[in-house]
């Protein structure tokens, strides 16, 4: 009863203060719909990340964990066509310089001053092999290395970790093939993550903290190292499976690991994780150089209470299928500079704009592509026009007319695509520029989902931000000694002993009345400021009691008499 009591003062309390800088990422119905089932490959969490970077986000948040090695796919960047096409080009190239090398031997050069011009460092024959090892190393990609080059691209990511539940059983892990592999995997995970976003456990001296209740399963160490930052993301609900509370540190050996959230919150505050120590029992004490001390208490167990803002729609909300959207526009648009260059251009564009898919080699291949296909178009208007050939062969002048066309039809795609693509990217740019953003799933048939006092069915990644805003607003909660309860209890029911005697039974129900009601109002309004948590069921049933009784004993005496 008391659980729900505290419920009911999160909804009839008015709305605290949520951040504006706070950014929910959805992976929503919409983002799978357009980009496939989930899991989604990394390369694809790659480009989200990098999006969000070239965005303008502060930092970005994983609510997803990677705590498996990916495989190898082939990339889906260039169709098969533009990489045959590339393929027929080097194998063009390759038959033209030996059959010029052979005719150069038959005219009488010697051997070794027409080899190096082939086979040398820098030789013609083996940049053309170089550039096909490059084509190919392009078409199968590494996603776990992808991921780490966009981690270390935006360097403000952080990721989640759990630790296992007990009941979990990870004996297929030890009997199958990978088992062996996987475990030596998370040991060089877990090393790398306890040196990097840890703490001596002797740091705290004896504070309240909760114990592990399983194995640490890590992120693997490649993302690790990449990663600002990593966290746990473990909570577990209290007995009526509402999520209340959850732990700030859980130990593993003699080192203590951060809650994701939390460890975001200190680098924001500016606060070193070798700073923290507890003043007492139930308040962590966290030093900001140049500004005050921030006090976060917690409850008897050590626990952090989540102060809980709203529903899941109190933060703001964008669907990570937009930014993706934006990406798959500048790809199209790369794509088709490609098309276009070795259609129409011979080829003009050099590696920098052939390398695998970038920003900067789509603007490369614009710079030098659009210009080119323009000045193709007017050159190829003014032979219609002034070229007697064309006026005298009907039949060339409608190729001309058709080339011309497809052209100009190139030119015009490449524009529409790129006035939708700067519109999506300015709009995106001023909601995400300067935001902390949580990457989380939230499609349907989610199965991160938990009770709050607010909704039944809220996806858990919000605790996470909520934790956050909670931390930056220093917008805490606290809970009372129990004493405090009892002592309330006993007081009130002391007054209704000593005045109902007194009186009649319409003023002595009044004073009951008001006695249960100012006590709800105060707890309620000491909820609602200071962040006071004080128990309301016990002193109310105490008030309620001591009047029935009273009441029943004055009755009992009434007869008597």
Same mark, same amino acid.
């Given at each position: 009863?008391? *659980?729900?009591?505290?419920?009911? &003062?999160?909804?009839? $309390?008015? $709305?605290?203060? !949520? ?7 959805? #992976? ?5 719909? +357009? ?22 986000? +502060? ?20 169709? &098969? ?15 033209? /310089? ?16 027409? /080899? ?15 550039? /096909? ?6 078409? !199968?990609?590494?996603? =776990?290395? #992808? ?33 062996? #592999? ?9 090393? @790398? ?6 703490i001596p456990r002797s740091q705290l001296g004896e504070s309240p903290l909760v114990p592990a209740t399983g194995d640490l399963v890590p992120v693997i160490p490649s993302l690790t190292e990449a990663a600002r930052g990593a966290g ?7 007995? =009526? ?19 994701? %959230? ?35 208490? *917690? ?5 952090? *209470? ?46 920098? %704009? ?10 490369? %291949? ?36 058709? $080339?011309?066309?497809?052209? &100009? ?11 939708? +693509? ?5 709009? *995106? $740019?001023? #909601? ?24 039944? &069915? ?13 931390l930056l607003m220093e917008s805490f909660l606290k809970e009372t000694h129990p004493g405090w309860t009892w002592l309330a209890s006993f007081i009130m029911a002391l007054i209704l002993g000593w005045t109902l005697p007194f009186l009649?039974?319409? %003023? ?7 006695? @249960? ?45």
């Amino acid at each position: 009863m008391e *659980l729900r009591a505290s419920d009911l &003062k999160f909804r009839l $309390r008015p $709305r605290i203060p !949520v951040r504006e800088d706070i950014l929910m990422i959805d #992976i929503d119905d919409e983002s799978l719909e +357009r980009f496939g089932r989930w899991p989604w490959p990394r390369s694809v969490m790659a480009r989200l990340v990098d999006s969000l970077a070239r965005h303008g986000a +502060r930092n970005v948040f994983l609510d997803i964990e990677f705590i498996e090695p990916s495989r190898l796919l082939v990339s889906g960047s260039r169709d &098969k066509e533009s990489i045959n096409r590339e393929i027929g080009r080097l194998e063009g190239d390759v038959d033209r /310089l030996l059959t010029q090398a052979f005719e150069l031997v038959e005219r009488g050069h010697s051997k070794e001053t027409v /080899l190096p011009s082939l086979t040398g460092e820098n030789g013609e024959l083996k940049l053309r092999f170089k550039r /096909l090892k490059e084509l190919f190393d392009g078409v !199968v990609e590494d996603p =776990d290395q #992808i991921l780490v080059e966009a981690l270390k691209q935006a360097g403000t990511t952080y990721l989640t970790f759990h630790f296992t539940d007990p009941s979990e059983n990870d004996e297929d892990d030890h009997f199958s093939p990978v088992g062996p #592999i996987l475990s030596e995997i998370r040991q060089a995970g877990r090393t @790398m993550l306890l040196r990097r976003f840890s703490i001596p456990r002797s740091q705290l001296g004896e504070s309240p903290l909760v114990p592990a209740t399983g194995d640490l399963v890590p992120v693997i160490p490649s993302l690790t190292e990449a990663a600002r930052g990593a966290g746990f993301a473990n909570a577990s609900p209290d007995q =009526d499976g509402t999520f209340r509370r959850l732990p700030l540190f859980l130990p593993d050996a003699d080192r203590l690991v951060f809650q994701g %959230a939390f460890l975001l919150a200190l680098d924001l505050m500016g606060v070193a994780p070798g700073s923290l120590r507890f003043s007492g029992s139930q308040t962590l004490l966290l030093d900001r150089e140049g500004a005050p001390t921030v006090r976060v208490p *917690l409850d008897r167990q050590g626990l952090f *209470l989540i102060n809980w803002t709203g529903g899941w729609k109190i933060f703001k909300h964008v669907s990570a299928g937009q930014l993706l959207l934006s990406d798959e526009l500048a790809r199209h648009q790369w794509i088709l500079l490609l098309e276009a260059d070795d259609g129409y251009l011979g080829g003009r564009l050099g590696q920098e %704009a052939r390398t695998p898919f970038s920003v900067t080699a789509l603007e490369q %291949a614009k710079k030098i592509v659009i210009p080119a296909l323009c000045e193709l178009i007017e050159r190829l208007r003014e032979q219609r026009e002034t070229s007697p050939c064309f006026k005298d062969n009907p039949e060339l002048s409608a190729r001309a007319a058709a $080339r011309f066309d497809t052209l &100009k039809s190139v030119v015009a795609t490449f524009e529409e695509i790129e006035a939708r +693509r700067l519109s999506l990217r300015d709009n *995106l $740019r001023r #909601i995400i520029a300067g935001n902390v953003c949580f990457v989380e799933l939230s499609a349907s048939g989610t199965t991160d989902i938990g009770v709050t006092p607010f909704e039944e &069915k809220y996806p858990m990644a919000g605790t996470h931000a909520t934790i956050l805003n909670s931390l930056l607003m220093e917008s805490f909660l606290k809970e009372t000694h129990p004493g405090w309860t009892w002592l309330a209890s006993f007081i009130m029911a002391l007054i209704l002993g000593w005045t109902l005697p007194f009186l009649g039974s319409r %003023a002595a129900t009044g004073i009951a009345i008001t006695l @249960m009601l100012g006590y709800g109002l105060a707890g309620g309004l000491l909820f609602w400021k200071p962040g006071l948590m004080i128990g309301t069921v016990a002193p109310v049933v105490t008030v309620f009691l001591a009047y029935t009784l009273v009441t029943v004993y004055q009755r009992i005496l009434t007869v008597k008499a």
